[in-house]
């Protein structure tokens, strides 16, 4: 059973371009969830999917932010015009089933660093 | 709105000593409740979860929490704490009605020998 894969897991950049990552989650889980973590705070929710269908998108998830899962399987978020306030670690989460009772399982993030 | 409050920022135990870490939460019914734990520069693993039934459940690597509705509490104990135990510590809840995990601030751990 592979854990939830996160890609890169570093990235520099300068503010204004425009970044993308990924997260491939575990196999069989329909759920997938973005969250962002700032130093010293804990992670705070900024969308999920259910299968391909984006189902709930926080306030904190800007226009300059784009979540897709095209075929229900990985994921990418696209940060565009990155901002200095945009660095921090960006957490992707999957967990399984048809209730919400079902424990979310993370990836070890990429970390994303504005110059 | 939902929210979870870990009240210790920063918390230094001897190695061997036991080990309680508070967390509070504030939802109008009873919530799903979670302890997860992150070492540095990495993602967070599940140590245990509480949907419903008995209220003191167990988890890995030896911990354990007790929900106390009374005190709207999940506090995570350990009763011998490893070196390997130093990291952060973060509670979550979530409701009913959201798929989303609402965290609190973490509790770091330090683990002296």
């Known amino acids: 059973d592979t854990g939830v894969s996160q890609d890169p897991r570093h990235k520099i950049t300068k503010r204004g371009q425009n970044v993308t990552f990924r997260c491939d989650p575990i196999?069989?889980?329909?759920?997938l969830y973005w969250y962002r973590q700032t130093l010293g705070q804990g992670p705070e929710f900024l969308t999920y999917?259910?299968?391909?269908?984006?189902?709930?998108k926080s306030r904190l998830l800007s226009d300059r932010f784009s979540a897709e899962r095209p075929k229900g399987s990985f994921s990418t978020l696209e940060i565009q015009r990155t901002e200095q306030g945009d660095s921090a670690m960006y957490l992707c989460?999957?967990?399984?089933?048809?209730?919400?009772?079902?424990?979310?399982?993370f990836g070890d993030g990429t970390r994303l660093s504005i110059l | 709105a939902q929210s979870v409050t870990q009240p210790d920022i920063h918390i230094t135990v001897s190695e061997g000593a036991s080990l309680e870490l508070r967390c509070n939460y504030s939802y109008g019914a009873t919530p799903y409740l979670f302890w997860y734990v992150q070492s540095p520069g990495q993602g967070l693993q599940l140590l245990l979860k509480?949907?419903?039934?008995?209220?003191l459940v167990q988890g890995i690597k030896g911990f354990e929490a007790e929900f106390k509705r009374s005190q709207s509490s999940f506090n995570l104990r350990k009763p011998s704490v490893h070196w390997s135990d130093a990291a952060e510590y973060f509670c979550?809840?979530?409701?009913?009605?959201?798929?989303?995990?609402?965290f609190g601030k973490g509790t770091k751990l330090s683990v002296i020998p």
């Open positions: 989460a999957s967990s399984l089933g048809d209730t919400n009772n079902q424990p979310q399982h």
């Open positions: 196999s069989e889980h329909n759920r």
């Open positions: 979550a809840s979530s409701g009913a009605g959201s798929y989303q995990l609402t």
């Open positions: 509480y949907f419903s039934g008995d209220t």
């Open positions: 999917f259910q299968n391909e269908a984006q189902l709930e």
